[in-house]
């Protein structure tokens, strides 16, 4: 390894919000938002020849890209903007980088993609504390020329199969859903971004898998490269690069990972919920990838509460066709069992998944997103509607419709599901029974929530969303955490105006945003009128503990009280009052809202 490479190390510290707790000491897996992941894998002694020439055919390939590419531009753009790739070029040809590749596969026995991303990773390092603007501009070089590299690794083919190392943190400015639902998760230990509140997606797939994440971190992404090694303390909120041998002694023995601290038996797991005075309450899991599959039986989910469906086109990268989409369904169906499961209609657009499928958009999450995105491409909301309708022929499956904003809404997809239902009866496919339902996530349809209740055979209640729009604070954006108050009145009010209607018209209503699995939270929901929940499997024990410590009158004695209030810090302070005068042995201060967290 060449010396311009070696850096200076010193520990340094971060402080962020802890959105998954548990302790991880790891080393850091880079990645790049829309950027080509990249796995470690250490090869066999007798594979160092082949793996190096690997690397020398990718490096050719790239090139003959690279020189087409430069041609193209050349007859389009003129000579002028085509200089931009002999820069490339001649970096592809840096006699010195490709040896140090090389030098890295042998030396530690790595795969050719592992070399590339972290030589290319220290040199960028290099560039980075360059003091002339234009020249550290050139970084950005260097990574493009790194990506056009990996991709002839891959030699156009999915490099995603790679197998994760087991110890790799992920570390990002942001996680998009795609990039998380690309990952192998099975071997990462945690995930810590620059960006991201308690209910962005990063979080809540982190809870799901049971690995502890850290979000707010500001500029972690840009400090870390592949292969640094890190501690994330997600009982603390805190992260240390390059921990130094006290640091590491410290923090080693102490290592967890959340989803060993919570598997309860699986009888008792199983077992009716009742609260003390004998209301049943039904916990549900909240599901996106088939990581966690394992856990709606370990941690007893009475079924499938949500189905994030959309992050089938991140598993693939494409959109499944029907066939495809009716078997992911089937087996949806099959783990939940008896008690059913609720697939969401692909929640697309937006900042979510495929927010590329909408084009550029002002201001995505008012935009193109869910159920407006399926109106508006009515073909993938037919295929969908008849691949969920096909499933259902062989296990107990919902539809829930997000982000309605009205009755209208719900007509419109209720029209087009029905007209793909008669087709299948006409065309004598199977079908099963399937109920519709509405997630209730914008202020309009909370407000409108009696009229809708009317249309629909049950709600689900979005709390991530309906904070998120209720309050006009970007449920992703770290610098508006603050202002992220899931206990603010209004959220209560809207809350409270939903149960009601759904409780009028004799219909279930879902809570499954991730209010419900906040045990503290849960609770001012049962109060509210609340009896079924959805969230992450691994929360669920903590919540059963919970909600089986407590009688819903005095739950609904709070909850009134709630609604009473004027801020959301005086719903706060009258929450930790009340709880910890109450229930002492079910809350302490942790678990109670505080100003300080999940804000
Ligand atoms: C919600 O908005 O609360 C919800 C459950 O859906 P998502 O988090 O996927 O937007
Ligand atoms: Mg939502």
Redesign the pocket.
């Known amino acids: 390894m060449s010396k311009r490479a070696k850096r200076e190390v010193r520990e340094e510290r971060w402080r962020g919000l802890a959105v998954s707790e548990g302790l991880v000491v790891g080393r850091v897996l880079r990645i790049h938002a829309g950027a080509r992941q990249v796995y470690r894998a250490t090869i066999d002694e007798a594979d160092i020849e082949r793996e190096t020439r690997r690397l020398r055919a990718a490096v050719r390939l790239a090139r003959m890209q690279l020189l087409q590419v430069k041609a193209r531009a050349e007859k389009e753009l003129g000579a002028d903007h085509a200089y931009i790739f002999d820069a490339h070029l001649l970096m592809l040809e840096d006699r010195k980088l490709l040896d140090d590749i090389e030098s890295f596969i042998r030396v530690e026995r790595a795969n050719a993609e592992w070399a590339v991303k972290v030589v290319a990773d220290r040199l960028l390092a290099v560039y980075a504390e360059i003091k002339d603007d234009y020249l550290r501009e050139r970084g950005s070089d260097i990574e493009d020329v790194t990506q056009r590299l990996l991709f002839a690794l891959s030699g156009g083919a999915d490099a995603r199969a790679r197998q994760l190392k087991d110890d790799a943190v992920i570390v990002a400015e942001n996680l998009l859903p795609s990039a998380v639902a690309e990952l192998d998760f099975e071997h990462a230990r945690a995930i810590a971004t620059d960006a991201g509140g308690w209910t962005s997606h990063t979080a809540i797939i982190a809870r799901g898998l049971g690995i502890p994440a850290i979000v707010g971190l500001r500029d972690l992404h840009r400090r870390a490269r592949t292969g640094d090694m890190i501690v994330v303390d997600a009982n603390r909120g805190e992260i240390i690069l390059h921990p130094s041998q006290a640091t590491l002694e410290k923090f080693q023995t102490g290592t967890t990972r959340r989803r060993d601290t919570r598997v309860a038996s699986a009888e008792t797991a199983r077992a009716p919920l009742l609260t003390q005075d004998q209301i049943e309450i039904f916990l549900r899991a909240n599901v996106e990838l088939p990581a966690e599959f394992e856990g709606i039986r370990k941690f007893g989910a009475r079924g499938i509460g949500l189905y994030r469906s959309e992050f089938l086109l991140t598993q693939r990268g494409t959109l499944p066709s029907e066939d495809e989409q009716c078997e992911a369904y089937k087996k949806i169906a099959a783990l939940a069992g008896e008690d059913g499961a609720t697939v969401r209609l692909f929640?697309l657009g937006g900042d979510k998944i495929g927010n590329s499928l909408a084009g550029a958009e002002h201001n995505p999450a008012l935009g193109l997103r869910a159920i407006r995105y399926s109106l508006r491409h009515p073909d993938l909301l037919r295929m969908q509607s008849r691949a969920v309708l096909r499933a259902a022929a062989h296990g107990h499956l919902n539809i829930v419709l997000?982000?309605v904003a009205d009755v209208r809404d719900v007509r419109c997809a209720k029209e087009i599901i029905n007209e793909e239902r008669v087709k299948l009866e006409s065309e004598k496919v199977k079908i099963g029974a399937v109920k519709i339902g509405a997630?209730i996530?914008v202020p309009s349809a909370a407000l409108l929530s009696p009229s809708i209740a009317r249309e629909v055979d049950f709600f689900s209640l979005?709390t991530?969303?309906l904070v998120q729009y209720l309050l006009a604070v970007d449920r992703s954006n770290e610098d508006v955490a603050d202002w992220f108050r899931s206990l603010h009145p209004s959220v209560l009010q809207s809350l409270r105006n939903t149960l009601d209607a759904a409780r009028e018209a004799g219909i279930p209503a879902v809570i499954c945003?991730e209010m419900a699995g906040t045990p503290a939270y849960a609770v001012i929901l049962i109060g509210l009128g609340a009896t079924d929940f959805s969230m992450t499997s691994s929360s669920i024990p903590r919540v059963r503990r919970v909600v089986a410590g407590i009688d819903v009158s005095e739950a609904r004695d709070i909850a009134m009280q709630c609604l009473e209030c004027e801020t959301a810090d005086d719903v706060e302070e009258l929450v930790r009052s009340e709880f910890s005068a109450r229930w002492p042995q079910l809350f302490s201060a942790e678990t109670l809202p505080s100003p300080k967290e999940k804000k």
């Open positions: 929640d997000p982000m997630m996530e979005g991530n969303d945003g």
